[in-house]
């Protein structure tokens, strides 16, 4: 079964403006970890932001934070302020359990920016 | 720059052959994970090796294999390649989870793209 779910086709931003990205996950382990990638088209995979299960603050890094909705095992990502060097694949992974930092990852979001 | 290295960036090879894709993880990181990169199916794990032992397997084929060497370094080897093997593979390591010290975060190499024609 689909750990991770991004089902939002590709996506044209105007700069300068949010964009926020969807992700659900399934998991019955209550210590799990979220984690948003970026795969520019250079081909490497950044990593963007977290947030732990237990975890009672929406993460922020810069201009990304993240939607966290524990109740409906959403994690979405959004971009505030959009830049053209955001345009990439976005990715959401989970980390189940604690001590072992495996990754499964969903099929990722298409963005690109346009000035 | 995430300070796993990994070796060759391209490889280009025919049907039937073998290669061997190499990784170097951060300093420090006992573990490294190998996954798959292909356009249909996403980022995919392949395995996981932690201080030399393989510590978790995913969907990976019989055809491949991997170790971890002492010195930390791994390889990953494909051998009978098909062309459904061309693909992007990336290394990646992390250190351990200590408490709220780190994230688990995995760091990733560039990735080694290889072209199975």
């Known amino acids: 079964a689909q750990k991770i779910t991004q089902t939002q086709p590709g996506m044209f931003v105007q700069e300068k403006e949010a964009v926020t990205l969807d992700c659900t996950y399934d998991?019955?382990?209550?210590?799990?970890?979220l984690f948003w990638y970026k795969q520019p088209s250079s081909g490497e995979m950044i990593f963007l932001i977290y947030q732990g299960s237990y975890d009672q603050q929406n993460a922020t890094e810069g201009r990304y934070s993240l939607n966290f909705q524990k109740a409906r095992k959403s994690a979405n990502l959004v971009i505030s302020a959009s830049q053209l060097g955001d345009s990439a694949m976005y990715f959401c992974a989970m980390r189940e359990g604690y001590g072992n930092n495996r990754l499964a990852f969903g099929k990722g979001n298409q963005v690109v920016v346009i000035p | 720059d995430s300070g796993v290295t990994q070796t060759p960036k391209h490889l280009i090879t025919a049907t039937g052959q073998r290669v061997t894709l190499r990784c170097s993880p951060r300093?420090?990181?006992?573990?490294v994970y190998w996954y798959q990169q292909s356009l249909d199916q996403g980022l995919q794990f392949l395995i996981q090796?932690?201080?030399?032992?393989?510590?978790a397997k995913g969907n990976i084929l019989e055809r491949f294999s991997a170790q971890q060497f002492p010195d930390l370094h791994s390889e990953l080897n494909l051998s009978s390649l098909e062309l459904g093997d061309s693909a992007l593979y990336f290394c990646?390591?992390?250190?351990?989870?200590?408490?709220?010290?780190?994230?688990?975060?995995?760091?990733f190499g560039e990735g080694s793209r290889l072209t199975v024609l």
């Open positions: 300093s420090g990181d006992l573990s």
């Open positions: 090796y932690y201080n030399g032992e393989e510590r």
């Open positions: 990646a390591s992390s250190a351990p989870l200590v408490g709220h010290l780190n994230t688990g975060e995995l760091f």
């Open positions: 998991t019955s382990d209550p210590s799990y970890g």
